[in-house]
């Protein structure tokens, strides 16, 4: 049986060990499968399980630093069309985005979502919105809920979340929302006066759910 490449060298993790859990998270296959994987192409083992567990939190950190420089980059882009450059001008800058929040399974149950900001027009993602609870599954070996209520109130808190920390992140305020039909995450930011009592966000309705309720209130006076 052939060797895998040592776990490390004098400059850190091998890189075979980084591009192969790289690979095995990228296809959701834990380090159990990934050594049966491995010694059926006859090679031995490849990593220990301790090894596999900070190689994956090296990545982890390495996609969220990659992850917010790339947030960092959109929304200097997004203020130097408007004629302001740096996220860290004074200038305020409101704009539209579009918000939609995605969850782990279908229905109104799920514990498990994401919030996402685009730029309107641009289609350059902003900002994204994960509890960080989510992330501590890999630490205590079982998974967590990263929000306690309906998939829908999780969809209104991870808004909340991305409003609040907008302009402290990219002087960027989201005073216009273009969001699908149902009217309480604007409702529920307008209520709780995230950008302050002057500051009232606008909602612009997507044609595709207004085609959506068109269609399904013609079949009904059928």
């Not at 730029?119 to 998974?143: Q, R």
Request: glycine share 8%; aromatic share 6%.
């Amino acid at each position: 049986m052939n060797e895998w490449p040592a776990s490390s060298d004098q400059n850190g993790p091998a890189k075979a060990n980084l591009q192969l859990v790289a690979a095995a998270r990228n296809n959701r296959i834990g380090h159990a499968k990934l050594v049966s994987f491995v010694n059926q192409l006859d090679v031995s083992g490849p990593i220990a399980n301790e090894a596999y567990i900070e190689l994956t939190d090296r990545l982890q950190h390495g996609a969220l630093a990659a992850q917010e420089d790339s947030f960092q980059e959109a929304a200097a882009v997004i203020r130097q069309i408007h004629g302001i450059e740096g996220t860290q001008a004074k200038d305020v800058l409101d704009i539209c985005i579009s918000f939609d929040g995605a969850w782990h399974k279908r229905g109104h149950s799920s514990h498990y979502g994401v919030g996402i900001a685009i730029k309107v027009k641009s289609g350059l993602i902003i900002d994204v919105h994960t509890d960080p609870k989510y992330l501590k599954w890999k630490e205590n070996h079982h998974c967590e809920m990263n929000h306690d209520g309906s998939a829908n109130s999780m969809e209104v808190a991870s808004a909340g979340v991305l409003c609040q920390w907008s302009i402290e992140k990219y002087r960027l305020r989201y005073k216009t929302i273009l969001c699908d039909g149902d009217a309480k995450t604007l409702a529920t930011l307008n209520k709780k006066q995230v950008y302050g009592p002057d500051v009232e966000l606008i909602k612009e309705d997507c044609v595709n759910h207004v085609a959506m309720r068109m269609y399904k209130g013609i079949e009904v006076s059928k």
